[in-house]
């Protein structure tokens, strides 16, 4: 008697308010989040040692990408104003540089920070120096 051929299907669309994939050993590798209407929608990407990437979208329009270690990170975000910063931080977690509209909205500049204080910050813009010209001899 003859097997019967398997039929081919048709891929299926999913619709869910989360889904988390694992890998072979059953560790979870990639969840999506819809978010419940107040929190963000994001999809994670976990690495070893809980290093992970981390992309959201909030409800009140704020955009970011995240790439964080269990202490240490950099993050990526733009504000429903296109603003956007960057932030640096140390293996300690502590903040380390900020770049982008950081503490005032349309007001980019970068601040340096060590053991999480700020140092130095470019928040008072240089003047430019004028150059006197001398009168040219005729």
């Not at 070893?48 to 959201?56: A, L, N, P, T």
């Not at 349309?106 to 010209?133: M, Y």
Request: proline share 8%; with cysteine; charged share 25%.
């Amino acid at each position: 008697m003859p097997t019967p051929r398997p039929t081919k299907r048709k891929p299926k669309h999913i619709t869910a308010t989360s889904i988390t994939l694992t890998d072979a050993q059953g560790k979870p590798r990639i969840f999506m989040d819809a978010g419940d209407g107040n929190g963000p929608a994001s999809i994670c990407i976990f690495g070893k040692e809980d290093r992970s990437i981390q992309i959201q979208a909030s409800p009140d329009g704020v955009l970011s990408i995240a790439l964080l270690g269990s202490r240490f990170g950099a993050s990526l975000a733009v504000s429903p104003e296109n603003d956007a910063g960057l932030s640096i931080r140390d293996r300690d977690g502590r903040l380390g540089t900020m770049l982008g509209s950081v503490y005032e909205q349309g007001k980019h500049q970068l601040v340096l920070f060590e053991n999480g204080q700020p140092i130095w910050s470019s928040a008072k813009p240089r003047k430019a120096k004028r150059v006197k010209l001398k009168p040219s001899a005729k």
